[in-house]
């Protein structure tokens, strides 16, 4: 029976207003959550143990703050939930986050790894290929669709179409939205979520070589354009036709 991990990864609400103080984002506010795509990948883990057995653990980088998206997945269904930090670390690189990844994924025995094709807070789609890299397993990225007749077969977008990729072995599974319907937790699941333990563990992670210098809000929105009567239609046309690239 396969021991599965699945990555979860806190980030903002969506809908959060992110703020810029001095040269850095100020998070001290904002609402965290699990990072969507993660929570497809939370299905396709919870899918693949009701089809083949076995255990999944939730896994996830950061501190103490990092404990809720665990227990929020402890809510829609994992069986264990495991954090990785040290206390020395500050600002990491995707190098070292995937180098402490990797480490803590190989000490839980994992033989496959689900995870978010990327993070709604970066948006950069590495943490999976870099994972599969560091471990030698292959790498499957933007997949839609999982089935476990006879194994492991995914489904992913190719050039003018879509490819069914049967899978052996040890592999990283990049996980899109697709069809798949993601479950919600219910009320036994928050409760005993609440009452479940967050195992931390450490890893060894290189130092950072990639960091931030600064951070800046995007320019703000030009003021709106209102326009009435009839008499303006040639020129909201023509805003639509240059502007909007609508007409």
Not at 195 to 203: D, E
């Amino acid at each position: 029976m396969p021991n599965i991990v699945v990555l979860v990864k806190r980030v903002p609400d969506t809908n959060a207003r992110i703020l810029v103080s001095g040269d850095r984002v100020d998070l001290s506010a904002v609402k965290w959550v699990i990072s969507p795509y993660d929570e497809f990948a939370i299905e396709n883990a919870l899918q693949h143990k009701e089809a083949a057995g076995g255990s999944v653990t939730a896994l996830t980088l950061g501190p103490a703050g990092a404990d809720k998206v665990l227990k929020d997945a402890k809510a829609i269904g994992v069986d264990e939930i495991v954090r990785v930090w040290d206390d020395s670390w500050s600002e990491m690189d995707s190098n070292g986050i995937q180098s402490a990844l990797a480490q803590a994924i190989t000490e839980l025995g994992a033989e496959v790894v689900y995870c978010g094709k990327n993070a709604a807070d970066t948006g950069a789609g590495s943490t999976g290929p870099g994972i599969a890299e560091r471990l030698g397993w292959a790498s499957v990225s933007n997949v839609t669709d999982v089935s476990f007749d006879g194994g492991l077969t995914v489904t992913a977008p190719v050039e003018n179409g879509v490819a069914r990729i049967s899978v052996s072995g040890n592999a990283v599974v990049s996980c899109d939205k697709g069809n798949i319907k993601v479950r919600k937790p219910n009320v036994k699941g928050i409760m005993m979520a609440k009452r479940a333990q967050v195992n931390v563990v450490s890893a060894d992670a290189p130092s950072a070589t990639v960091t931030i210098v600064s951070q800046t809000p995007p320019p703000a929105k030009p003021a709106g354009k209102k326009y009435e009567g009839g008499a303006s239609a040639q020129e909201v046309a023509k805003l639509l036709r240059d502007e909007a690239n609508v007409i």
